[in-house]
């Protein structure tokens, strides 16, 4: 059985998967391959993850996304990334934070749900090279939560042929939302303004 998987929808209501067909889509790892499987821990709520080296990568392809027609800002978030050699583990203990705040927000049961997560509901989260293939959607996608795992794959940055833009923080704050949602039983993805206070 395929395993269940919440997409992860982004600003402006945009579907965060590329709508290409695997085989049309060309794949580049503009931060170059992975380099490290080390499991580290988010320095706030020591949540497991692995940056799988890209909290300092040796390739910097903004050269690639810049043949796409990239815009400047996205060549030089490329040529920084992550900006800080422990950015990726202080952005995924801000997501949760976020997460937290969306439903602490909602008042009620939505806010008592919240404060009683714990950080360690969060099994870990994967940086991704590139985008992947996901048989069980048959998608390529950039960020996706794993119910059945109660995990997270994002990946680091990505610009698409056809143009669109992929960063890992805006990713894990979406996919640590529908970590939230899983677990309290609602509809996954900011799908209307206010999400989720409302949803069911």
Known sequence: MPPRLFLLCGALASIMFFQETAS????V????????SEI??????????????????????????????????VLEEIKVFPGQPDA??????????????????????????AAGVSAQSVTGVKI?????????????LSGGYYPETRSIRVVNVYYGT????RHARLLLAWEMKN???????????PTFPGWPCGAK
């Open 24 to 27: 049309a889509q060309k794949y």
């Open 29 to 36: 790892e503009f931060l170059g391959g992975a380099k490290s």
């Open 40 to 73: 580290k821990f988010s320095p706030k709520y020591k949540i497991p993850y692995r940056d799988n080296g890209f909290n300092a990568p040796r390739k910097r392809k903004w050269k690639q996304a810049a043949k796409r027609h990239a815009p400047e800002w």
């Open 88 to 113: 990726i583990g202080v952005w995924i203990d801000e997501a949760f934070d976020a997460a937290r705040d969306s439903f602490t927000k909602c008042g009620g049961h939505l806010a008592a749900f």
């Open 128 to 140: 991704e090279p590139t985008i992947w293939y996901e048989p069980a959607l048959n998608k390529i």
């Open 162 to 165: 056809t143009g669109q833009y």
């Open 179 to 189: 970590h939230f949602a899983f677990l309290a039983g609602l509809q996954s993805e």
